[in-house]
């Protein structure tokens, strides 16, 4: 069974900084289809970024630039880095996981932008 475990949320001001986690269980570290995901309250899941054959990243639209998604096959983990955050943002983030022809979602971390 795939299990992921992400970390890192909080809140922040805007034009902050966060760095979220995604620890992934060993095997599926190898997926050749990573992504983060988020849904406001009383909105639909959506984008954010993924990582498609190890080498190939996708955004969302709204993104513009202020945020990177890597991953550590080393440390089994799945990063998103997040910068200019702004209110907008704010969201329960999600890791994304498709291995052997399943997709694994990780429980959610809270970002929270406010001033």
């Known amino acids: 069974q795939v299990q992921l475990v992400e970390s890192g949320g909080g809140v922040v001001q805007p034009g902050g900084s966060l760095k979220l986690s995604c620890e992934v269980s060993a095997g599926a570290v190898a997926s050749n289809n990573m992504a983060w995901y988020r849904q406001a309250e009383g909105g639909q899941r959506e984008l954010v970024a993924a990582?498609?054959?190890?080498?190939?990243?996708n955004y969302g639209d709204f993104v513009k630039g202020r945020f990177t998604i890597s991953r550590d096959s080393d440390k089994n983990t799945l990063y998103l880095e997040m910068n200019s955050l702004k209110p907008e943002d704010t969201a329960v983030y999600y890791c994304?996981?498709?291995?052997?022809?399943?997709?694994?979602w990780g429980q959610g971390t809270q970002v929270t932008v406010s001033s």
């Open positions: 994304r996981v498709i291995w052997n022809w399943s997709t694994y």
């Open positions: 990582i498609i054959n190890r080498r190939n990243r």
